[in-house]
């Protein structure tokens, strides 16, 4: 999606990555991107295997996280749908920013730790660490994963951005809300980039959950990301 009056420009891109798998692309659903054309970017939401699209097969072998970390697909896929984007002529390569939230904020969090072409990335409320789950996720985790943390650290190391913080280069936004994701796996993912000397900041919403109930507070969330995106240009 381009904004009305982005003729004869070539427009700066955010990629959008949705929460879920649950919250996969319906008719009609256009997330955020009305909001980021508001706001002067292209926008470009990508479906990805986790979500079904591929089928049953492809969606299981994204939850285990098969291939991690020398290989991950979602993230291949995700970044040839960008470069497909990017062929149109229509964007400006070099103004490329990256948000994702829930899923979409952990499947980010794998990306920043690759080759990638985003300047900026917004993480909101987003997983960086598996091993800090609620009993109930890890226990989910553990059937998919073939074993609890203890009995295959390996594999739950691959699958935790966390471990490959040394990798991220560039300046990463840390948005949670209060009563969501903020502790322990905001505040995890903080000290974990700072501690590599990634630039980053740390906002936690007031009285907001895993999704934002209040739309002040979500046009408050596109505005501080459009002003994190553009402080790197």
Known sequence: MTPASGGGRTLPLVVDLHGGPIGAFQAGDVGNMAG???RGFAAFRPEFRSSGILGPDAMWQAFRGAGLPCSDLEVEEVLAGVAAVADT???DTDRMFAIGHSYGAYLLNRIVTTDHPFR???CWEGIADLRLLDAASLR???RWRGGTPADRPDVWAAASPVERAAQVRVPMLLIYGEH???V???ENWL????RHGVRSEYVVYANEGHVMTDPRNEADLLDR???WFLSVL
Not at 191 to 194: K, Y
């Open 140 to 142: 989910t985790q553990s």
């Open 191 to 194: 000290t974990a980039l700072r």
């Open 180 to 182: 969501g994701l903020a």
């Open 184 to 186: 322990p796996h905001g």
């Open 225 to 227: 990301a459009r002003t």
């Open 89 to 91: 002529g229509l964007l």
């Open 120 to 122: 900026a990335a917004v």
């Open 36 to 38: 980021w054309c508001a």
